[in-house]
């Protein structure tokens, strides 16, 4: 199994009301699309997620020597199935980043986890604690590496001096542009961590927003599309795809035909020109 990631990766985290067969026909659509990497979290689907997952991978074990996996630790919700849990809260402790590690193993059915994520900055955070936890996962063969998930710059750089940061996971779009301007993106670069984009379709606003803002958004969006024969959505992965830093676009369908088309753009990318037009709608000004 390589742990090197696709272009774009398959996200999970809206697939807690579809069947096993119909998961494990996303797996195979997916994979066969040339999108290998799937994204998790222990949270999603209200801790169901990760479960639901790996009984369609029972289905078709073979599948595990094709896929990369990443999964999410460190947020821990109240819901029914942690009754424990009194309180919304972030753990990174070792004893928790082991546990849930372990538990997503078992749920996943899989024997190794690819990237193994802290989920959200956590006040508490010990870098020593974390290192260990990382390490004792690592020397045990249960995951191959490790990163952070909304992480800003100073906040990775105080983890990634105890230990190497793989990926940082930070919402990315073209209604969110933050990332291109304080400093995350070339954090990334300058410690090569692959950014992946969450929500980088703009959890879906970007087709049905109706401010002036967002119709103008698209239609600077669709005009640039034109150019290069794309739809909205595979225009967007093209200009998350387009960036230096490599950005990863998470993709958050259930439906094998977005995951087939947006495969389509996997080695496209925009002029600068053309990635420059989207940046100027999204900001509703030119450049400084």
Known sequence: MSTELSKIVTGVWNWGNLSTQEINSLIHQSIDAGITSFDHADIYGGYTIESKFGEAVKLSPEVKAKMQVITKCGIKLTTDNRPSHSIKSYDSSKKHIIASAENSLKELHIDVIDYLLIHRPDPLLNPTEVVDAFQTLKDQG??????????????????NKFTPLSINQIEISPLQTNALFDGSLDNCIEHGIKPMAWSPLGNGKIFSGE???NIYLRKVIQEVGVKYGLAIDQTIFAWHLTHPAGITPVLGTTKGSRIKTAAEVLSTKLEREDWFRILEASLGHEVP
């Open 142 to 159: 249960k995951v191959k590496a490790f990163g952070v998930s909304n992480f800003l710059p100073h906040q990775v750089n105080a983890l």
């Open 211 to 213: 401010s002036d803002h």
